[in-house]
Each structure stands twice: as C-alpha cells, then as structure tokens.
C-alpha cells in the first residue's frame, strides 16, 4: 500500500485543484496537490515537501479532513487529505498541467481521479470545512 497525501486548501470559498500532467498515471484528470510519503518523512513533512516541488509555496497543515483507501489497477493508495494553508508563495505549475480554484457547486465539471470520489462527495455534504 502506497501512503499518499495531499492538501486541500481554500481561499475563501473556493479550493484548490491541480491537473495531473498528461505524461504520468491517470493524466489530465483532476486532484488534490499532494504526493507518496517517502520514508522516514511524517505525513504533515511529506505534504509540506510536495506543495514546495509542485507549487512552490509552503502550507501549513492543519487536521485531517478525510481519509480513504483506493485501488488502482497499478497501485493501491492509502490518501489522507489534509486541511492547509498556504503560508507563503504564489502557487506556480511546477509540475501540473493546470491549477484551479473552484467552488464545491463545480466539482461536477471536472474529471477527478478515482480515489477522490468519496472526497468530493464528503465535501458536497458538508459544505466548506
């Protein structure tokens, strides 16, 4: 099992969403910033560290809004989501295709990756964290 973290991260009411790059596994689709815990990292440290190599910002990470197992034909991902901020920075495509801030009445117009189904649900029920 592959632990993997990511971030969700608002601005007022709208949240973050990057797309993947078409090159890599499940390319284009839409997720949350975010990536593998290398060993030896926390999740907290793990997150910091991808939102600076795919963003260049630095978050803070604040509690866990959910989390969920998914399996993949490739991989099976245990994806822990975390609320954050970002502290610093200017988000930049480091590494996506696109970055987005939309609103929770838009998740519908964009194609996600699987394991963030039950996310987006939980995020349509209870509205902004």
């Known amino acids: 099992m592959t632990e993997v973290v990511a ?5 007022k009411d709208r949240f973050m969403i990057c797309q993947r790059p078409a090159n890599k596994a ?3 689709l839409w997720e949350f910033v975010g990536g593998k815990v290398e060993p030896g990292e926390t999740m907290e440290q793990a997150l910091v560290r991808e939102c600076q190599e795919e963003l260049a910002v630095t978050v803070g990470v604040k509690d866990v ?8 034909p490739d991989l099976t991902v245990h994806l822990t989501l975390f609320n954050a901020f970002i502290r610093e920075g200017t988000p930049q495509k480091l ?4 970055i987005r801030w939309i609103k929770i009445e838009e998740i519908d117009q964009y194609p996600f990756c699987p394991a963030d189904v039950e996310i987006l649900k939980k995020l349509k029920q209870t509205g902004k964290s």
Do not use: K
Request: net charge negative; proline share 0%.
């Open 7 to 11: 971030a969700l991260i608002w601005d």
């Open 26 to 28: 499940r390319g284009l």
């Open 65 to 72: 809004f959910m989390d969920v197992v998914h399996e993949y």
């Open 95 to 98: 590494e996506h295709e696109d």
